[in-house]
């Protein structure tokens, strides 16, 4: 499929209230009409940006795995974002990509937020995850994973596309604005960010300013401060376009990851 439809959805999310965000996220994504290939929401979208694992981790056959299914066959789309997981006593800023058939994969936030202490309560993943869908190779992280371009480097064209789903606060913004057009431009892919909206629960304002940038630094789609349920179209032929025009990809430098 040369065109990938894509919802995203830049929320407000009530502090450290799951029930209450499942139910508003619910009633919000119900307003779709149109046929989407996937659904995007924030970072921690059922809890905001919280420090407290171990009041609100849930279990992988947890409420929110089963309401992401419930949306994800409803909608007949992939639905993804990241939630607060708890497993082998430890605990993970994780990313699903729920299926309509409730098939999923799953990426462990890597770069934890030190300022913010997030490294204290939370395990760092150690593996990328590369997934399919309608023959585009997608690329899921989190939020501050989007500073380092090394675990971002897009080597030999492994994705089409760049998900970022976020709790970016407002203060900065001007360095998500920037970073983000730029890791499209440098890995030659197009770039879907998702980011929340409104003050968390420690009164950090957050501006939203989620965007789509195409592999050339063009924007699709961007929107500051609202709160905004939007649907629009990626198209194949624009990054084929894009790297046969200028194939310097292939002249990246060769590097290996040393992962612990």
Sequence with gaps: MNTLKITTFQAYLFWENIEKNLQNLGLRLSSIREKTDL???PEMFSTGFSMNPEHLAEEMDGKTMKW??????KFECVLTGSIIIKE???????????????TYEYYDKRHLFGL??????????????FVELHGWKICPMICYDLRFPVWLRNIDEEYDMLLIVANWPERRSLHWRTLIPARA????AFVVAVNRVGHDGNEIYHSGDSMCIDPN?????????????????????????????????KDADKFKLDIK
């Design 39 to 41: 659904i995007v929401l």
């Design 68 to 73: 992401m299914h419930q949306q994800a066959r």
């Design 88 to 102: 082998d006593k430890k605990y993970f800023n994780r990313l699903i990509w729920m299926r309509p058939d409730g």
């Design 116 to 129: 913010g202490e997030e490294d204290k309560h939370y395990s760092s993943g150690n593996k990328k995850l």
């Design 185 to 188: 431009i440098e890995n030659q």
């Design 217 to 249: 630094g063009k924007v699709i789609y961007y929107k500051p401060n609202d709160e905004d349920l939007y649907t629009f179209s990626i198209n194949k032929e624009d990054l084929t376009a894009a790297r046969e025009s200028f194939p310097f990809l």
